[in-house]
């Protein structure tokens, strides 16, 4: 399998490197370590942020925002779900030696760091056993229309290799993995609600609170529709996309080796209230990945819509270009 190192220092390059200039404050279970933020045209904004979690630090999205402030996404998740192994992780809170960035040369931000997927039943006698993704996400603001786009590479790796006597490919080779992206929607003022659309053969979600809506899309190849959808609830009975994807014990096992979530998601078509919202990207037996979310803002659906799809379609290299072709 090819590794991405080479990519990786070419994006660090690009970067101003200043970790730790500029520091938010702790949450109630986990204290923040850096966080950068880019902004661009139409007042679009994006923040990614070094998350620390039990002695490891993870990656997020935070705080994706256009036209105003009030077009908010509170932050943007990153989930592999593995068959084999019956468990997922992400890249807040399953993540490692993650770092975070700004582009000198364009409103860009990026996640740089590892996933690591408990294997063979998670904490065994020996300490457990596991394998990681390398995982380079980069966040960009549209130069021509209120959007962002985010470029997320991943490849897969057991370092185990030389303390167990196996290679990655025989252990884990034919498992089979989903990635999930999730978004916490905090659009306006009051309660959200959102639904399912599709647009040029592109499946859609839409989040609207009150006249502010805010599209996502997403582009794996060729492929432009998402494997199974969840708009959930975060409060009260009903289930959350977090906790369809991420929360549900499905094994039966003691609860120190408990694994997460089926693999499916609940999908239905609308909700309201407080909601999050989640679609899958099958990638089967891949050992490495790569695949693009655009998050469109506007003050109609279809102005929200057009912005996203528009700029999947463009898609990365050619949105990065625009910006370069100015310089």
Same mark, same amino acid.
């Given at each position: 399998?090819?590794?991405?190192?080479?990519?990786?220092? !070419?994006?660090?390059?690009?970067?101003? /490197?200043?970790?730790?200039?500029? &520091?938010?404050?702790?949450?109630?279970?986990?204290?923040?370590?850096? *966080?950068?933020?880019?902004?661009?045209?139409?007042?679009?904004?994006?923040?990614? +942020?070094?998350?620390?979690? +039990?002695?490891? *630090?993870?990656? !997020?999205?935070?705080? =994706?925002?256009?036209?105003?402030?009030?077009?908010?996404?509170?932050?943007?998740?990153?989930? &592999?779900?593995?068959? /084999?192994?019956?468990?997922?992780?992400? &890249?807040?809170?399953?993540?490692? $030696? &993650?770092?975070? +960035?700004?582009?000198?040369?364009?409103?860009?931000?990026? #996640?740089? @760091?590892?996933?690591r997927i408990e294997a063979m039943g998670g904490r065994s006698l020996y300490g457990g056993?596991?394998?990681? @993704?390398?995982?380079?996400?980069?966040? =960009?603001?549209?130069?021509?229309?209120?959007?962002? =786009?985010?470029?997320?590479?991943?490849?897969?790796?057991?370092?185990?290799?030389?303390?167990?006597?196996?290679?990655?490919?025989?252990? %884990?080779?034919? $498992?089979?993995?989903?990635?999930?992206?999730?978004?916490?929607?905090? #659009?306006?003022?009051?309660?959200?609600?959102?639904?399912? *659309?599709?647009?040029?053969?592109?499946?859609? =979600?839409?989040?609207?609170? @009150? *006249?502010?809506?805010?599209?996502?899309?997403?582009?794996?190849?060729?492929? !432009?529709?998402?494997?199974?959808?969840?708009?959930?609830?975060?409060?009260?009975?009903?289930?959350?996309?977090w906790q369809d994807i991420y929360g549900e014990t499905e094994n039966g096992y003691a609860?120190?080796?408990?694994?997460?979530?089926?693999?499916?998601?609940?999908? $239905?078509?609308?909700?309201?209230?407080?909601?999050?919202?989640?679609?899958?990207?099958? !990638?089967?037996?891949?050992?490495?990945?790569?695949?693009?979310?655009?998050?469109? %803002?506007?003050?109609?659906e279809d102005a929200a819509v057009t912005s996203a799809v528009g700029t999947l379609r463009? /898609?990365?290299?050619?949105?990065?270009?625009?910006?370069?072709?100015?310089?």
């Amino acid at each position: 399998m090819t590794r991405r190192s080479s990519r990786r220092a !070419i994006l660090k390059t690009s970067a101003i /490197g200043l970790l730790g200039s500029e &520091v938010v404050s702790g949450t109630k279970t986990t204290a923040a370590r850096s *966080t950068v933020t880019t902004a661009g045209a139409h007042n679009v904004c994006v923040s990614a +942020r070094e998350h620390d979690h +039990r002695g490891h *630090t993870g990656g !997020i999205l935070e705080d =994706l925002s256009g036209i105003d402030e009030s077009f908010r996404i509170a932050d943007l998740h990153t989930f &592999v779900w593995d068959d /084999g192994e019956a468990n997922t992780g992400n &890249v807040r809170d399953d993540g490692r $030696n &993650v770092s975070v +960035r700004k582009a000198a040369d364009a409103p860009e931000v990026t #996640i740089d @760091g590892q996933i690591r997927i408990e294997a063979m039943g998670g904490r065994s006698l020996y300490g457990g056993t596991y394998y990681v @993704g390398d995982v380079v996400q980069r966040a =960009l603001v549209a130069r021509d229309r209120p959007a962002i =786009l985010i470029d997320t590479e991943i490849s897969f790796f057991w370092p185990d290799e030389d303390i167990y006597g196996f290679n990655y490919d025989e252990k %884990f080779g034919d $498992n089979e993995r989903t990635i999930y992206t999730l978004l916490n929607p905090q #659009i306006g003022d009051a309660d959200n609600e959102a639904w399912t *659309t599709s647009h040029e053969g592109y499946d859609i =979600l839409v989040a609207r609170g @009150g *006249t502010r809506y805010v599209a996502v899309g997403h582009r794996a190849g060729d492929r !432009i529709t998402f494997d199974g959808h969840c708009i959930g609830r975060t409060d009260g009975t009903e289930k959350s996309a977090w906790q369809d994807i991420y929360g549900e014990t499905e094994n039966g096992y003691a609860d120190w080796r408990n694994r997460y979530g089926d693999g499916w998601l609940d999908s $239905n078509e609308y909700n309201e209230g407080p909601i999050d919202v989640a679609f899958g990207n099958y !990638i089967g037996t891949a050992d490495e990945a790569e695949w693009q979310v655009a998050l469109g %803002f506007g003050t109609s659906e279809d102005a929200a819509v057009t912005s996203a799809v528009g700029t999947l379609r463009r /898609g990365y290299d050619a949105e990065r270009d625009q910006y370069e072709q100015r310089q």
